[in-house]
C-alpha cells in the first residue's frame, strides 16, 4: 500500500515562510509526479505546484515567485517551501502523487492523496 503523509503546517503572519513536507512510503518503484494542491473554506481546490521525477516544475499563476517545490526522489519526499506569505494563502494543503508501484509479481499505478494540513495566515 503507498501512503502519503504531509507535515509542516501552522500559524504564520503575513509575510512569513513556512515548509511544507509529504513523504510517500510503501513498494514504490517510481515516483512520476507529486504536486500540492489547497482548499480554501468554500473554495474549490486547487492546484499550487506540481514536480516531476525529472524535476520538472509548474506553479499556479497566484504562487510564483513566493513558492517553491522541490522533490527528493531517493527520500521520496516532496517539499513546498512557502514565503512571503499572504492571507489568501489560508488553506488546507493536501498532497498528491502519480506513483508506479510493486505488489507481488505486479506493477501497478496509484494516484493518491495525503490527509491534508492546515496553513493559516493571520497576525
Known amino acids: 500500500q503507498v501512503q502519503l503523509v504531509e507535515s509542516g503546517g501552522g500559524l504564520v503572519q503575513p509575510g512569513g515562510s513556512l515548509k511544507l513536507s509529504c513523504a510517500a512510503s510503501g513498494s514504490i518503484r517510481r515516483i512520476n509526479t507529486m504536486d500540492w494542491h489547497r482548499q480554501a473554506p468554500g473554495k474549490e481546490r486547487e492546484l499550487v505546484a506540481q514536480?516531476?521525477?525529472?524535476?520538472?516544475?509548474k506553479y499556479a499563476d497566484s504562487v510564483k515567485g513566493r513558492f517553491t517545490i522541490s522533490i527528493d526522489n531517493a527520500k521520496k519526499v516532496v517539499n513546498l517551501q512557502m514565503s512571503s506569505l499572504k492571507p489568501e494563502d489560508t488553506a488546507v494543503y493536501y498532497c498528491?502523487?502519480?506513483?508506479?508501484?510493486?505488489?507481488?509479481?505486479?506493477?501497478?499505478?496509484?494516484?493518491?492523496w495525503g490527509q491534508g494540513t492546515q496553513v493559516t495566515v493571520s497576525s
Open positions: 514536480i516531476t521525477n525529472a524535476g520538472s516544475t
Open positions: 498528491n502523487a502519480d506513483i508506479t508501484y510493486t505488489r507481488g509479481q505486479g506493477v501497478y499505478n496509484i494516484n493518491t
